[in-house]
């Protein structure tokens, strides 16, 4: 697989891998919201831009998955941003495939060839009762390894660019029970420390209270890699 700025990446191992892309949305965010504000003096730009701030922060992380995977020689790939498995409903924001798996135009694979599915937010869940609205997909998972239509465990990864300290063992504690899995959820920042901010960088506001620090070996321990 070609990975634009594989170069870059490569060089770069020196600057742990969780504070490169927490600055590089960090960054992003702060530009984003300085358009925003632009925005608000035309009265003729209507919406929100939370959908690019959720897109922004998918495609890093994607971009950033890609070249784990590929830095360490595992045959694996991953989807476009917003896939399907074949048969079920289920939008995921992205899923990890086999290296074989069937390309198609409509980002739906079969369920044999996904590896695990992840699921995004950009900000976190705001009520420890939230992640219940994930119990449907969850249900999706189990239905495809009772039927067999997998001849393996598909794992359901969640990442959080930023998250509330004191709800985050409660979100923990529920994904990691369904995988029946640990260490199964991932954040990069503390959302308290982030409200208003936009001139932060990821030392400023980062999420390690929990130890949750090391992104690379958070996404090859989800994969049992």
């Not at 590089?24 to 504000?37: G, M, P, S, Y």
């Not at 997998?150 to 994904?175: A, N, Q, R």
């Not at 901010?197 to 321990?221: G, I, M, R, V």
Request: include cysteine; aromatic fraction near 14%; proline fraction near 2%.
């Amino acid at each position: 697989m070609a990975l634009r700025n594989w170069g870059v990446y490569m060089n770069n191992r020196n600057i742990p891998i969780t504070k490169r892309i927490a600055d590089e949305v960090l960054q992003a965010r702060k530009d984003i919201n300085f358009r925003k504000e632009i925005a608000k003096e035309d009265e003729n730009v209507k919406g929100s831009f939370n959908k690019i701030i959720g897109n922004l922060v998918a495609s890093t992380f994607r971009k950033y998955i890609s070249y784990i995977l590929n830095y360490y020689g595992y045959n694996y790939k991953v989807s476009n941003v917003n896939a399907y498995i074949k048969n079920y409903p289920t939008e995921w924001d992205l899923i990890i495939l086999k290296n074989d798996a069937i390309e198609t135009n409509t980002n739906v694979y079969n369920a044999n060839d996904v590896v695990a599915v992840l699921e995004f937010k950009t900000s976190g869940l705001a009520d420890k009762d939230i992640p219940k609205q994930f119990d449907n997909q969850f249900s999706n998972l189990y239905n495809i390894k009772n039927k067999g239509e997998s001849d393996h465990k598909i794992v359901f990864g969640y990442i959080t660019f930023s998250e509330t300290p004191t709800l985050y063992e409660d979100t923990k504690k529920y994904f990691d029970d369904r995988n029946e899995q640990d260490k199964t959820t991932f954040v990069f920042t503390n959302f308290n420390k982030m409200q208003n901010k936009y001139d932060l960088l990821y030392d400023e506001c980062s999420f390690n209270e929990l130890d949750n620090s090391n992104f690379e070996e958070y996404l090859l321990n989800l994969l049992g890699l």
